[in-house]
């Protein structure tokens, strides 16, 4: 079984920053792309960034320069650096991972980033 933990969300006022982690442990035989998405209430969950497994990233056009993803192979684990944060970034922010040779996904259960104006 493959799990993945999300960490590091909170509270935090407009402007300011955090850093969420997502450790992926298990049977892991390669991890291809990770990424991160959001949900907001009565809202779908939307893509916010992803990053290969060589590297390449692509971000929502509404993250763009204020968040980074990164991702550090020898621990399984993807970051999502997240800078000048809004009011809006409020949401449930949950780790994807497509692991293994028929590239199934795996979800972490989220963590809850709040932004007060």
């Known amino acids: 079984q493959v799990q993945l933990v999300e960490s590091g969300g909170g509270l935090v006022q407009a402007g300011g920053s955090l850093r969420l982690s997502c450790a992926a442990s298990?049977?892991?035989?390669?991890?291809?792309?990770m990424g991160w998405y959001r949900q907001a209430p009565g809202t779908q969950r939307e893509l916010v960034a992803r990053?290969?497994?060589?590297?390449?990233?692509n971000y929502a056009d509404s993250v763009k320069g204020r968040f980074t993803i990164s991702r550090d192979n020898t621990k399984n684990t993807v970051y999502l650096q997240m800078n000048r944060l809004k009011p809006e970034d409020t949401a449930v922010y949950y780790c994807?991972?497509?692991?293994?040779?028929?590239?199934?996904?795996?979800w972490g259960k989220g963590t809850l980033v709040t932004v007060s104006s």
């Open positions: 994807k991972g497509t692991i293994g040779l028929l590239n199934m996904d795996y």
């Open positions: 990053i290969s497994s060589g590297g390449t990233t």
């Open positions: 298990g049977s892991i035989y390669r991890i291809n792309a």
